[in-house]
């Protein structure tokens, strides 16, 4: 017993000269990337609960039944994760969609690893795993479908890549389903699975291109040709057909002429924090290429890595699309990570190595985790429950939208910006006449004067401008609590 603990102790105090990293501290690490419990929902579930609450009832409408504007083009996007959003919540509350989403988190993080150990050995393939998890977690993780499209685009790499390392079709067989999966559970990424393909397909015409007879040789572009038609294909198979897809793409034309007022649309910047972790993560890479012993990589990984890069700094919600495919140069870039006691005496690059982790861990602490915010409170709505019928008009903060949807009013705007637009809506362009109103670019008077507003409900952190404007036209607030203001014509 005696001899048994001394040989772990050895093993543990690298006395044995063998492992550098004992496998208990990698999986410390990996904990350190769980998820934290929610205080309370995501903004836009409430809304994706009202979809389901008029699916349930009306079935899948063609026009948008939450809102004041009547007649506007609509389609239930999400509608799968939606329903999904609304089964859980509606039997076990908060907490059952926090277990959810932890369990899809939990599958990313094995496909993370499963795409590592394609690459490297298993410790540093969970080195890797810790890296994305850790980003994720602290700037993604929240009860939104973007949680599981990050699995849908890590198993679309993984199936890719199997195809390549292993030389089978079998991983290609299961991309034109995982495209079915995103149209219908995430439908604005869906785009984005054909995106992760351009790198390969420039690869094969690249080699095509320099060495004629390849194309004899090799299946890989007629294969991955195949593919990629037949994810177009299955993109059909949602309740809206064809129209699902064309409003995704009309939805980028509805939110353009506002996208300098959308946060997630604006380039990262130091003001949003959001260049400082693009910028550090980008930092961390290409040390991690040029000391991590790369001789040679595929001109796929090279691309997918600077292709997804400058879509990062057009707008900072790409980021994620960023770090999902720097993962397999990141894996080829921790071959050389010394694993042995005996190589930390010359290797020169081990100090580095700890500095980029002690750079990543703190650049992520220095941001907000990605928990909900509340854009409402009980007590505001109890009070229009309790003075106003359900077909008051209402002129409201667009956060505070979706949950005045979910209880029955119908508001003049909420999150779902692509609605609003008029490239979508094909009546008008509110979300521009929004933006302009409470950024003072109109006269608030004259607004309020159009629609006959009753009331007007603002978020106090989020709507200064609006509340200070407000004091200049002729309503006076009836309404006052921590969070939102209500004032009255």
């Not at 389901?52 to 039944?65: Q, R």
């Not at 507003?453 to 200064?464: A, G, I, W």
Request: glycine share 4%.
């Amino acid at each position: 017993m005696k001899e048994r603990i001394r040989q772990e102790l050895k093993r543990i105090t690298l006395i044995d000269n063998k492992i550098l990293f004992p496998d208990f501290f990698l999986y410390l690490l990996l904990l350190s990337a769980v998820p934290m419990p929610w205080k309370q929902l995501d903004n836009d579930n409430w809304f994706q609960l009202s979809h389901i609450n008029v699916l349930l009832n009306e079935g899948f409408v063609k026009t948008d039944p939450l809102s004041m504007h009547e007649g506007m083009r609509f389609i239930i996007p999400q509608w799968l994760t939606a329903l999904i959003i609304h089964t859980i919540y509606n039997h076990a509350g908060i907490v059952g969609l926090y277990i959810f989403f932890s369990a899809v988190y939990a599958v990313g993080i094995l496909v993370i690893y499963k795409i590592a150990r394609l690459y490297t050995t298993s410790r540093k393939a969970l080195f890797v795993t810790w890296f994305i998890s850790f980003v994720f977690i602290n700037i993604y993780f929240s009860p939104r479908p973007h949680v599981i499209s990050f699995v849908l685009l890590l198993l679309e790499i993984y199936c890719i890549e199997l195809f390549y390392q292993k030389n089978t079709v079998t991983g290609l067989c299961f991309l034109p389903l995982l495209s079915a999966a995103f149209i219908n559970l995430h439908n604005s990424i869906w785009v984005m699975q054909f995106i992760i393909l351009l790198p390969y397909f420039a690869e094969e015409i690249i080699k095509i291109y320099t060495h004629p007879s390849y194309f004899k040789q090799s299946v890989k572009l007629r294969n991955l040709t195949v593919t990629g038609c037949l994810m177009a294909i299955t993109g059909l198979l949602n309740p809206y057909g064809f129209s699902s897809i064309q409003y995704i793409f009309d939805s980028m034309k509805s939110i353009s002429p506002a996208s300098q007022y959308i946060s997630e649309l604006q380039p990262p910047t130091f003001y949003n924090n959001g260049i400082s972790v693009v910028l550090t993560f980008l930092f961390i890479t290409v040390i991690l290429i040029r000391f991590g012993g790369i001789k040679k990589a595929p001109l796929r990984y090279y691309l997918l890595f600077t292709g997804t890069y400058i879509m990062s700094l057009l707008n900072i919600r790409n980021f994620l699309h960023f770090l999902i495919a720097s993962i397999p140069i990141l894996c080829l870039a921790v071959q050389n990570i010394p694993t042995k006691k005996a190589d930390l005496k010359t290797s020169k690059s081990t100090l580095l190595y700890g500095i980029i982790l002690m750079i990543m861990v703190g650049t992520i602490a220095t941001l907000p985790q990605g928990t909900p915010v509340k854009c409402y409170t009980e007590e505001a709505v109890a009070f229009l429950d309790a003075n106003y019928n359900k077909d008051v008009k209402i002129f409201n903060s667009m956060n505070s939208g979706p949950y005045l949807e979910y209880k029955g009013y119908k508001p003049y705007i909420d999150t779902r910006l692509e609605v609003f637009g008029k490239q979508n809506n094909k009546q008008y362009d509110y979300l521009t006449e929004y933006f302009d109103v409470t950024k003072m670019k109109t006269d608030p008077n004259e607004f309020l004067q159009k629609y006959n507003f009753d009331l007007v409900l603002m978020l106090k952190e989020q709507d200064t401008i609006m509340i200070n404007a407000l004091k200049y036209t002729p309503y006076k607030l009836i309404y006052d609590d921590d969070t939102v203001v209500i004032y009255k014509r």
